[in-house]
């Protein structure tokens, strides 16, 4: 103990050392039961070395003005957080507030520590390893300190309520009732005009933010966000892997499962498909049509970047420009399914048709129904009886959307409007689910909705309001749907906004 200083000696304080590291003192010895003085070695804690004492006050005064007592984040040791609070007015002797000792007011908790020194003294890492608001005050946004928001738990849980159509019309008498007519747009007879709004608003204050923060902020607020792709090669085939694993698509009876990829580019949910059926012994075939895109070559098929263990020649393509606004696509897209399958259809159809919405998100809804008509065509002309279906959908709060909502909730046994685990909170994209097609290739009502969506325009609905008005079990059922989806969306859109903000 003799070799050792005590801090109140005045040659301790200011003696020079070539490392930075003060030497060990007789309080170093007293407060380290185990030996070990790196934990206290403030030249580690600060990144770079120190010239001088830290205990020259002269000289830490000098360098560092302000950052000694909390405005630091690496002493925001989350331990003690009556020390972050204490002011520097506070003090009861600034001396010994030094970094080296952030645990000297509690000294009994300090030796009851159980974790790693990096979490402790969380400097210790790598520039890269720390968060933002844990860099050196020169590597910081914001000069001053906000406080950090702290993510909320969003309610992502998925929807499994299914609607079952108690009212079925036969085909005929669907296509009997389809009617082209003018629609006015009114927000409160599918939602609520004023949850509405309000997104409207979030979005559009979210809308001029860079990218690059955007997605900085949605990774700290979607629990999901991070997790990524998973084992796949887009984000895409983890949301058909939530919805498989909600729904059972795959489970198929026989061992030879077919499926249909409308607007499948570049190939996600093909990948998850034949990943899935082939991982339990089983054989799939997939048939897929996109958009040949000369511009977005990301939308392309990919099926190069497939998981090895997927046999090759799994998935056809339909040649051509893909472009399933063209009549002759749904019908080449027809005759090869019909041929391969024998005439028998496949067992499942995804659809998940989009395209680049930036900027135009409120659009979103009325610029993809045109698509959605054409996707649900496609899956009329290949789907077997009682086989299922899963299409992305945007927001259901324009009656045209709604009308092309209630012809599934005709055509199929039930019908679920749902959001996956790994689909973004803040955004309006959900799927309908829907189970066992009643009747297959139903041709004269594909031939009605074909020749519909030839000349069909923005702001029309196809059935009349009545008829759904009637309906009130369907009526409730999007209402309260829609109803959800939008309050949890606001949140979601909130929290990111908060991230924003604050990052
Ligand atoms: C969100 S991506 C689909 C992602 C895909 N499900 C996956 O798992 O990789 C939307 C796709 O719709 C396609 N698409 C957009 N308009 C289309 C059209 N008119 N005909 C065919 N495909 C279209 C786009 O080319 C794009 O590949």
Known sequence: MDDLYSENEQEYRTARVKSGIPPPSS??????PRGDLSRFNPAMQRGPPQRHAPYDQRQRDHQRPDDRYNQRPEHRDQRYPEQQQRQPDQRQDSRYADQRYPDQRQPDQRYNDQRQPEQRYPDQRSEHQRQPEQRRPEQQRQPEQRPRPVPKPLDVRTSTDFLKCEKRLSIKEIIETIQVSDSPTDLDFLSSKGLVERVNSLREKIRHVPNEQRSEARSKSNPFEMI??????????????????????TAATDKEFTFADICGGPGGFSEYLLWRVHSWGGYAHGYGVTLKSTTHDEMNWHTEKFRPDIPRHSLTQLEGDGDLYKKETIDRFESLIQKETK???????????????????????VLAQKLLLCEIISMLTCLKQSGHFVCKFFDILDEF??????????????????????????????????KGLKEAHPTELIQKLSSMSETIEEGKRFIPKEVLEKDE???????????????????????????????
């Open 27 to 32: 309080r170093d010895q007293r407060r380290q």
């Open 228 to 249: 990524g792709n998973g084992i796949f090669m887009n984000r895409a085939a983890t949301k058909l892997a939530a919805l498989d694993a909600t729904f059972g698509l």
């Open 343 to 365: 005439q028998r259809g496949v067992d499942l159809v995804v659809a998940d048709g989009g395209f680049d919405f930036s900027g135009n998100e409120e659009q979103q809804e």
């Open 401 to 434: 959307t709604a009308d092309l909502v209630w012809l599934l909730y005709q055509l199929f046994d039930e019908i679920c409007i749902t959001k996956p685990l790994s689909s973004r909170p803040a955004n309006s994209e959900r799927y309908i689910v829907c």
């Open 473 to 503: 079990d369907f009526i409730d059922y999007v209402k309260m749907r829609n109803m959800k989806f939008v309050m949890k969306q606001t949140e979601a859109l909130e929290q990111l906004d908060q991230f924003i903000q604050n990052p």
